[in-house]
């Protein structure tokens, strides 16, 4: 079992790799961007340790076999913290996009709101740093113990039955 946490443990600093990696990829908010995003090339690697750190907790947690209400309490936990992380950052990304309109407003004498719409949609390298954050990776770190424990009462009721 201890081979498995430091597994997790590994899969976990990778992960935090890439989201600062992808953090850095952001250009300052008077910067072009460009051509694309090069940090989305990056980004898909995260899918795969997703579902491998889910694999790693599911193991963990039939290991000690939880019971049901101590689960259940995680997982009222676990979305109250991805609510509030959610609300936070979306309050972080409208302080964002203020902080590139004050800097085009400094630097043109005005700004162009659609410009702005566009370079903070989801894909556009100017918001790497909004995604690919500590919040971020914490959001991830916790979601993907969710998803353990949903799969864990899963098989709890499947084996019930």
Same mark, same amino acid.
């Given at each position: 079992m201890?081979?498995?946490?430091?597994?997790l443990?590994? $899969? *976990?600093? #990778?992960?935090?790799? $890439?989201?600062?990696?992808?953090?850095?990829?952001?250009?300052?908010?008077?910067a072009?961007?460009?051509?694309?995003?090069?940090?989305?090339?990056?980004?898909?690697?995260? #899918?795969? #340790?997703? *579902?491998?750190?889910?694999?790693?907790?599911? /193991?963990?947690?039939? /290991?000690?076999?939880?019971?049901?209400?101590?689960?259940?309490?995680?997982?009222? $936990?676990? @979305?109250?913290?991805?609510?509030i992380?959610?609300?936070?950052?979306?309050? +972080?990304i409208? +302080?964002?996009?203020? %902080?590139?309109?004050?800097?085009l407003?400094?630097? *043109?004498g005005?700004?162009? +709101?659609? *410009?702005? /719409?566009? @370079?903070?949609? %989801?894909?556009?390298?100017?918001?790497?740093?909004?995604?690919?954050?500590?919040?971020?990776?914490?959001?991830?770190?916790?979601f993907?113990i969710?998803?353990?424990?949903?799969?864990?009462?899963?098989?709890?009721?499947? +084996?019930?039955?």
């Amino acid at each position: 079992m201890k081979g498995v946490k430091i597994i997790l443990l590994i $899969v *976990y600093l #990778l992960v935090l790799g $890439v989201f600062l990696v992808i953090n850095q990829m952001t250009p300052t908010p008077s910067a072009s961007s460009g051509n694309g995003n090069p940090a989305l090339l990056l980004a898909w690697v995260i #899918l795969p #340790l997703l *579902y491998f750190s889910v694999l790693l907790w599911i /193991r963990i947690l039939r /290991r000690y076999s939880i019971n049901t209400f101590f689960s259940l309490g995680w997982l009222f $936990v676990i @979305i109250i913290h991805q609510i509030i992380a959610f609300s936070y950052q979306k309050r +972080e990304i409208n +302080e964002y996009r203020q %902080v590139i309109k004050n800097t085009l407003f400094k630097r *043109y004498g005005n700004v162009d +709101e659609e *410009y702005v /719409r566009t @370079i903070t949609k %989801v894909l556009s390298i100017h918001v790497n740093n909004q995604y690919f954050n500590l919040n971020t990776y914490f959001m991830f770190v916790t979601f993907s113990i969710l998803v353990a424990i949903v799969c864990i009462l899963r098989i709890k009721k499947k +084996e019930k039955i």
